[in-house]
């Protein structure tokens, strides 16, 4: 059974378009993440949620929303993308808010065109 | 937030013992510190975790000297697989403590 799951595995899509990255985990976390990590391997937090309320939110684009239907999703839209936007998004999830024991799933490669 | 620093990359062969070390000078006394370790097409996956001293699973080791302004993860007798990116992670277990920030990851090559 996997943790944390997130889907597609890959996206590719045209600058401009709207899409969404979805993530569910089946641990009972109360928390959950969504990271970016470019093309160097740099991991930054974006946005985090604690039982549905938003607790993180980096200076991200408004064009990026995430949105907690219940503590275990957490989905993360995106409007009008841009070539910057290409990136690999992880989804993770922890216990704890803000604790450094976190539970990754494989991502989603974006790639704009 | 505690920033963290690591080497770039590191190469060994099969069979070595690789240490990697992480500096922390700004660590808080509620943090701990965390290794992950992320191979391609993957999530970073949990691999050790310790406050102080010498913390062993049946993955690694992690030293924490008494300061614990820096640590070192210990890889015993690496091989192929273990080529991945390790990141080293300074954090509060807890809620209410801030957030926890991923450094920018050491790249280990392992050759045969």
């Known amino acids: 059974d996997t943790a944390v799951s997130q889907t597609p595995k890959y996206l590719v899509t045209q600058m401009g378009n709207d899409k969404s990255i979805k993530c569910e985990q089946n641990l009972g976390h109360d928390t959950m993440y969504w990271y970016k990590q470019d093309s160097k391997k740099f991991l930054k937090i974006m946005f985090s949620y604690n039982n549905k309320e938003l607790i993180i939110n980096e200076t991200v684009p408004n064009r990026f929303s995430p949105k907690s239907p219940d503590k275990a999703h957490l989905n993360l839209h995106i409007n009008s993308l841009e070539l910057g936007d290409s990136a690999v998004y992880f989804c993770?999830?922890?216990?704890?808010?803000?604790?450094?024991?976190?539970?990754f799933g494989d991502g989603t490669r974006l790639s704009i065109l | 937030l505690a920033k963290t620093t690591q080497p770039i990359s590191m190469d060994s062969y099969e069979g070595q013992e690789v240490n990697i070390t992480c500096s922390h000078n700004?660590?808080?006394?509620?943090?701990?510190i965390t290794w992950y370790q992320q191979f391609p097409s993957q999530g970073p996956r949990f691999i050790i975790q310790g406050y102080k001293t010498k913390v062993t699973n049946e993955v690694a080791s992690l030293f924490i000297p008494a300061d614990r302004k820096s640590s070192t993860l210990s890889l015993p007798r690496v091989s192929l697989s273990d080529t991945a990116v390790y990141y080293c992670?300074?954090?509060?277990?807890?809620?209410?403590?801030?957030?926890?920030?991923f450094g920018d990851g050491t790249t280990l090559t392992v050759k045969p």
């Open positions: 992670l300074v954090g509060s277990l807890n809620t209410n403590a801030g957030k926890s920030t």
């Open positions: 700004n660590i808080a006394t509620n943090d701990y």
């Open positions: 993770a999830s922890s216990q704890l808010q803000g604790s450094s024991t976190q539970h």
